[in-house]
């Protein structure tokens, strides 16, 4: 069970895997992001005598472990030291490489464990559990597999190790190399050893090839490349989707019943995702949204969408609370599904708006916006227009309370007026036309309603008195110029009242479960993008350089951050976070051209 996240995640685009710092398998769902965790430790409970759900090599007398990614890859690396001198090495993959014209992406898991030198003891436990931990799998095995049976299907281990010593978990000596393959219940053709080098190889050229067509900032090169291979493996090749977190109900906070599953696709998350890649030339992961987030649109009932979807792109995630896992250190209650899919989040139609308005822009794409591509965005503005005075439960997500969030509103303003600027570049002057006068009708109700007088602020919310990190992004999005005095006013109060430390929180008075008692993180990287655009760039380095030594050994990030401790809380690896180093380090680094 892993007591931190101090976490590295594998995958390839149709599953994920996190694995600790001592190469437990934590965390592994099946068929896809969003099935049931086979490796679920992350969530168990490590003082069960019995204890199921996991995946490990455990050393005899061991003394040390180091872990790191090959360069430019999502290829893990966990070595292993005993007393004696002995070292082993564990690779970890998830094998993606183009094979036959098309992307080849097995549900599959691939460990090596190579000895590198003396004669280590190693004991393998592999104890695959089936609906949340619930139970063991059923067992049925050959020569060289090992069946995992469960009622959601069969996990098959094919491998060239011991059956005997893997299913009695007896400890052996490590003469040289065995290799794990987790994989469909399907013979593996050819020799396991040789099938498993030959993918680690295509494996690798694939990310290193991707990894090269980067456009990357000149400073931290090496925390980009990481955050950029982490969007990319949580995006899901089949759909399309992109989900927020490989997780669920990891807390925001020790013992606060903030435990959310964030494994589908939160329309938001997304456009912040497809516009980070872009910046970076990863254009297809925004190619592959828009068929995702196209078809979502076409079946919403009344031309309404909701904040969050399934990643198959189902409307209905209903919420519960699963009985068989205490949680992360015992913190449950541990859920599956999110109620968000039920919520008003006006913000939602400007945030799909504005991660297709790059197809209409960028003249690398081969399948360019069209005329027929923007009537069927209309339909979305329109209801911008209808709600963008409406309340609703926010970006936050507010479960008790509902208002006319600021923030909502100006993203309500956003889809306006990228239509119009999608019309002006379609040559359609008459629809270019009424989008900008919705625009500017909307921009204006928001500076009447939403501006604060006493505190010379846009305030969270219409006639509102408290502060949102959500406005940080006014300039970000096009509502506010830098040097209009209003932006000034309000990044200024939300540091008087957001700002504990280094950090920003994402607001401050109580919500349907108290006060927030951590940094939500991306806030942070809004602030400094803030203080950027304010030409306050020195104060904006210092507090990244802070932010890039709270993530873990690999460059990961959760959620939130306790600002005493500096540790990390809520569902892992978090898109926003990895997104928010991103778009931070493109501003901040010197360019290409000034840096010799």
């Given at each position: 069970m892993?007591n931190?996240?101090?976490?590295?995640?594998?995958g390839n685009?149709?599953?994920?895997?996190?694995?600790?710092?001592?190469?437990?398998?934590v965390?592994?769902?099946?068929p896809?992001?969003?099935?049931?965790?086979v490796?679920?430790?992350?969530?168990?409970n490590?003082?069960?005598?019995?204890?199921?759900g996991?995946c490990?090599v455990e050393m005899?007398d061991q003394i040390?472990?180091?872990q790191?990614?090959?360069?430019?890859s999502?290829?893990?690396?966990?070595?292993?030291?005993d007393?004696?001198?002995?070292?082993?090495?564990?690779?970890?993959?998830?094998?993606?490489f183009?094979q036959?014209?098309?992307?080849?992406t097995?549900?599959m898991l691939?460990?090596?464990?190579h000895?590198?030198?003396?004669?280590?003891?190693i004991?393998?436990?592999?104890?695959?559990?089936?609906?949340?931990?619930?139970?063991?799998?059923?067992?049925?095995?050959?020569?060289?597999?090992?069946r995992y049976?469960?009622p959601?299907?069969?996990?098959?281990?094919?491998?060239?190790?011991?059956i005997?010593?893997?299913?009695q978990?007896?400890?052996?000596?490590?003469?040289?190399?065995i290799?794990?393959?987790?994989?469909?219940?399907?013979t593996?053709p050819?020799?396991i050893?040789?099938?498993?080098?030959?993918f680690?190889?295509e494996?690798?050229?694939?990310?290193?090839?991707w990894?090269?067509?980067?456009?990357?900032?000149?400073?931290?090169?090496?925390?980009?490349?990481?955050?950029a291979?982490t969007?990319?493996?949580n995006t899901?090749?089949d759909?399309?989707?992109?989900?927020?977190?490989?997780?669920?109900?990891?807390p925001?906070?020790?013992?606060?019943?903030r435990?959310?599953?964030?494994r589908?696709?939160?329309?938001r998350?997304s456009?912040?995702?497809?516009n980070a890649?872009?910046?970076?030339?990863?254009t297809?992961?925004m190619?592959h949204?828009?068929s995702?987030?196209i078809?979502v649109?076409?079946?919403a009932?009344?031309?309404q969408?909701?904040p969050?979807?399934g990643?198959?792109?189902?409307?209905r995630?209903e919420?519960?609370e699963?009985n068989?896992?205490p949680?992360y250190?015992?913190m449950?209650?541990?859920?599956v599904?999110?109620?968000?899919?039920?919520?008003?989040?006006?913000?939602?139609y400007?945030s799909?708006?504005l991660?297709v308005?790059?197809?209409?822009f960028?003249?690398r794409?081969?399948n360019?916006?069209d005329?027929a591509l923007f009537?069927?965005?209309?339909?979305?503005?329109?209801t911008?227009?209808q709600?963008h005075?409406?309340?609703?439960?926010?970006l936050w997500?507010?479960?008790?309370?509902?208002?006319v969030?600021?923030f909502?509103?100006?993203?309500?303003w956003a889809?306006c007026d990228?239509l119009?600027?999608i019309?002006?570049?379609?040559?359609l002057a008459e629809?270019?036309?009424f989008?900008s006068?919705?625009?500017?009708?909307?921009?204006?109700?928001?500076?009447e309603r939403?501006?604060?007088?006493?505190k010379?602020a846009?305030?969270?919310s219409?006639?509102?008195?408290t502060?949102?990190a959500?406005?940080l992004?006014?300039?970000?999005?096009?509502f506010?110029a830098?040097?209009?005095?209003?932006f000034?006013?309000?990044?200024v109060?939300i540091e008087?009242?957001l700002?504990?430390?280094?950090y920003i929180?994402?607001?401050?008075e109580?919500d349907?479960?108290g006060?927030?008692?951590?940094?939500f993180?991306?806030c942070?990287?809004?602030?400094i993008?803030?203080?950027?655009?304010?030409g306050?760039?020195?104060?904006a380095?210092?507090?990244?350089?802070?932010?890039?030594?709270?993530?873990n050994?690999h460059?990961?990030m959760?959620?939130?951050?306790d600002?005493?401790?500096?540790?990390?809380?809520?569902?892992?690896?978090?898109?926003?976070?990895?997104?928010?180093?991103?778009?931070?380090?493109i501003r901040?680094?010197k360019?290409?051209?000034?840096?010799?």
């Amino acid at each position: 069970m892993a007591n931190s996240l101090d976490l590295g995640l594998i995958g390839n685009c149709q599953i994920g895997a996190l694995i600790d710092t001592t190469s437990e398998i934590v965390w592994y769902c099946l068929p896809r992001f969003d099935g049931d965790p086979v490796f679920c430790s992350l969530l168990g409970n490590s003082a069960a005598t019995d204890r199921i759900g996991y995946c490990s090599v455990e050393m005899k007398d061991q003394i040390g472990a180091e872990q790191t990614y090959l360069a430019n890859s999502a290829l893990l690396v966990t070595r292993l030291t005993d007393a004696q001198g002995g070292v082993v090495e564990i690779t970890d993959f998830a094998p993606r490489f183009r094979q036959y014209g098309r992307m080849f992406t097995p549900t599959m898991l691939i460990r090596t464990v190579h000895r590198l030198q003396g004669s280590p003891r190693i004991q393998l436990h592999i104890r695959p559990s089936h609906d949340y931990g619930r139970g063991r799998c059923d067992i049925t095995y050959g020569s060289h597999h090992i069946r995992y049976v469960s009622p959601n299907g069969v996990m098959r281990l094919s491998t060239d190790a011991s059956i005997t010593s893997i299913l009695q978990e007896i400890p052996f000596f490590l003469e040289d190399r065995i290799t794990l393959i987790f994989g469909p219940d399907e013979t593996i053709p050819g020799g396991i050893q040789e099938l498993a080098q030959r993918f680690q190889a295509e494996t690798l050229s694939y990310w290193h090839e991707w990894v090269r067509d980067l456009g990357i900032p000149f400073e931290w090169q090496d925390e980009v490349i990481r955050a950029a291979i982490t969007l990319k493996l949580n995006t899901f090749d089949d759909t399309g989707a992109i989900i927020a977190a490989m997780t669920t109900s990891i807390p925001e906070a020790p013992d606060s019943g903030r435990n959310w599953d964030y494994r589908y696709c939160w329309i938001r998350d997304s456009y912040f995702v497809v516009n980070a890649l872009n910046r970076l030339g990863a254009t297809r992961t925004m190619e592959h949204y828009l068929s995702y987030l196209i078809n979502v649109v076409a079946v919403a009932p009344g031309k309404q969408i909701q904040p969050v979807y399934g990643i198959d792109g189902r409307a209905r995630l209903e919420e519960s609370e699963i009985n068989t896992l205490p949680g992360y250190r015992g913190m449950g209650p541990v859920r599956v599904g999110n109620q968000a899919y039920e919520q008003l989040q006006h913000d939602v139609y400007g945030s799909a708006i504005l991660a297709v308005t790059h197809v209409f822009f960028d003249q690398r794409l081969v399948n360019r916006g069209d005329t027929a591509l923007f009537h069927r965005l209309e339909p979305l503005g329109e209801t911008a227009i209808q709600v963008h005075d409406q309340p609703d439960a926010g970006l936050w997500e507010l479960r008790g309370t509902k208002r006319v969030h600021t923030f909502s509103s100006i993203m309500c303003w956003a889809a306006c007026d990228r239509l119009a600027k999608i019309a002006t570049k379609l040559d359609l002057a008459e629809r270019a036309t009424f989008w900008s006068t919705q625009a500017e009708r909307i921009h204006a109700t928001i500076c009447e309603r939403a501006w604060n007088e006493r505190k010379k602020a846009f305030a969270a919310s219409f006639e509102g008195d408290t502060m949102d990190a959500s406005l940080l992004l006014m300039h970000d999005v096009g509502f506010l110029a830098a040097e209009d005095p209003r932006f000034t006013g309000t990044v200024v109060a939300i540091e008087k009242e957001l700002r504990h430390s280094d950090y920003i929180f994402r607001y401050v008075e109580e919500d349907d479960f108290g006060a927030p008692e951590n940094a939500f993180i991306v806030c942070t990287y809004w602030y400094i993008y803030a203080l950027v655009a304010l030409g306050r760039s020195d104060e904006a380095r210092q507090l990244f350089e802070n932010l890039l030594a709270r993530h873990n050994r690999h460059g990961l990030m959760a959620e939130h951050l306790d600002v005493r401790t500096g540790e990390q809380w809520g569902n892992f690896v978090q898109t926003y976070s990895m997104v928010g180093l991103i778009n931070s380090a493109i501003r901040l680094s010197k360019r290409w051209d000034h840096a010799f």
